[in-house]
């Protein structure tokens, strides 16, 4: 084990937390620092033996590119253990990546971030931890969680055996996007590292300069960098909204919201990334880091900026139930015992994650109005949908009201259905054959597609309805 404060050597590196953002992240840096022992801990079983699973297509998170890196260096100097006494006793660095939800109950309840498995873990290192060792906010936290990070470090100042201990605290949030998350780790737009002692700082830096030029490593305050991942993702789920809050617009004008998208998106100073309509975000960040922001500026009596950010939200919402009002009003006001189609369950493409996907809240009002739900999903687990659906019946063998049936053959899916919605933007879905799909539905029957990447013509063209979001209809000229 290196502990010395004049070296930048980095030997081990532990980071807690096995998630969408602790596995990629850790595997990234375990594959570009091959002398550097990496080990990930998680208190969830089930994770790590999947994490460890001889087969690779096992690994529980499905990120492209993922497991070829998982191949060259698992078992090699990246490690996935339970065993969290002795990574952090070994560790040089400690990266903290567990799950930041929104609170459910209490203080804040509803908009401020849970932080209990934050404290858990500054407490499991504080009575752990050995010599110096630098601690790492990898999580997304609200602007001075390092101050509590580093009071119940403070107070753990020495081991059992009367030994000084010492911390340093980092703050270097993540901004990988699931779907692209080695490729974001890989060739980041900038990797942010907020402290307060410049040892910590540099040798955090060494380890990305292994494959992150210099000039893309920026170095602020602890509070900017808490901040600027808040602020970051504001930003981009504002785009979003604002985006979604004119294709509502364009379909009532005429308009097309890709043509809109594109013709706003192409002056320089607005830029064309996430200026794409759908269905609403989703996503385990967007939806918590905003309230997580709104609840900051309230607390800090700003309540005109914090109603400023909670629009975003609201829209986002907004956009999901116009999306299901729509759907029922065009069949023809009652979906009670109609067979409806939802093609993609996770959030976005190349992801199996389905937190706060719009296709469940899709899915929950149609649930509701007495629908038969048929769902496929590339990569979403039959279990997972049946946890997130949990409210509702699952019929395995017909259908009855208010129930969902799973389906691993997406034309299985689109049999007998007088409904089809589009809700995620998997490729394999651009090319479905309409004319067969037309001949096993049901008549009239209409497509939604909530992601504009279908063929309307080639839908329209074999018999079917087809409504694309954003897209007006040819209104007469006046
Ligand atoms: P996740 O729920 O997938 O993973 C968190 C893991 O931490 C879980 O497996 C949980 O069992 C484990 N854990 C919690 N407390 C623990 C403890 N005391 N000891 C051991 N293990 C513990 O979450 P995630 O999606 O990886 O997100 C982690 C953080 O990163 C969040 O703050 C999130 O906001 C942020 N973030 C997420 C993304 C993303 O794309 N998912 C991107 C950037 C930032
Ligand atoms: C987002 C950010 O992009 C990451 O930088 C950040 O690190 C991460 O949140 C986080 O903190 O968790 P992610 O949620 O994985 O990443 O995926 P995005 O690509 O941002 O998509 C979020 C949602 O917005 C998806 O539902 C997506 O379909 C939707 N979206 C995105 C649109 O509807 N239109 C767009 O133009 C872009």
Redesign the pocket.
Known sequence: MNKNLNSFEVLNICC????????PTMAVIADKCRNIKVTV????SK?INLWNDINLDNIP?FEPGLKEIVARVRNKNLFFTQN?KDSIKNADIIFI????PIKQSGLGAGFASDLK?VE??AR?IGELALGHTIVVE????PVRTARVIKQILNSASTDNNSNKRTFSILSN??????GT?INDLLYPDRVLIGGEDDYAIQTLSKIYQNWVPQKKILTTNLWSSELS?LVSNAFLAQRVSSINSISALCEATGANVKEVSNAVGLDSRIGREFLNSGPGFG???FK??ILNLVYLCRFFNLNEVADFWYQIVLINDWQQKRIYELIVKKLFGNVDGKIITILGFSFKSNTN?TRESPAIKIANYLLIEGAQLKIHDPKVSHQQIAMDLKDFQEDKNGMSLNSWQFSKDVYEALKNSDAVILTTEWEEYKGLDWRSISKSMRKPGWVFDTRKILNGIEIKNNGLNYWCLGEGSDLEMI
């Open positions: 807690i937390g096995a998630g969408y953002v602790g596995g801990v998680d208190k969830n994770r998170v969290l990546s567990v799950n930041t498995w858990k873990c499991q990898k999580s997304t936290l949030p993540e901004f990988l996007a699931e998350a991942k996503g385990s960040c918590k880091d994650d």
